[in-house]
């Protein structure tokens, strides 16, 4: 079992910047892909930014160039810098978890926070 507690959300102005961190207890936080989700009003949750166990990262569209997301395994910790922000990111956003090898097959969430951007 992992769970997941972000923290670091909160109210910026256009153009600012937040961090964003996801701490995981449990085990083997390593052999997880690590996934940042968002859910904004009346919109569909959809990934933001991804990074696997190497260490490789992907990114929606729509943030590359703005976010990067890391992770300290020494921490169990995966982080969100988000820079430029526009109050189109303002969403309510989750770290995700899913299990690689002997954990394949499971998937856990945090329980989000609360990014709001304004313009």
């Known amino acids: 079992q992992v769970q997941l507690v972000e923290s670091g959300g909160g109210l910026v102005q256009a153009g600012g910047s937040l961090r964003l961190s996801c701490a995981a207890s449990g085990r083997s936080f390593s052999s997880y892909i690590m996934n940042w989700y968002r859910q904004g009003p009346g919109k569909e949750r959809e990934v933001v930014a991804v990074i696997r166990r190497s260490g490789g990262t992907d990114y929606a569209d729509s943030v590359k160039g703005r976010f990067t997301i890391s992770r300290d395994n020494a921490k169990n910790t995966v982080y969100l810098q988000m820079n430029s922000l526009k109050p189109e990111d303002t969403a309510i956003y989750y770290c995700?978890?899913?299990?690689?090898?002997?954990?394949?097959?499971?998937?856990?969430w945090g329980q989000g926070t609360q990014v709001t951007v304004s313009s």
């Open positions: 995700n978890a899913v299990g690689t090898g002997p954990y394949s097959g499971n998937s856990y």
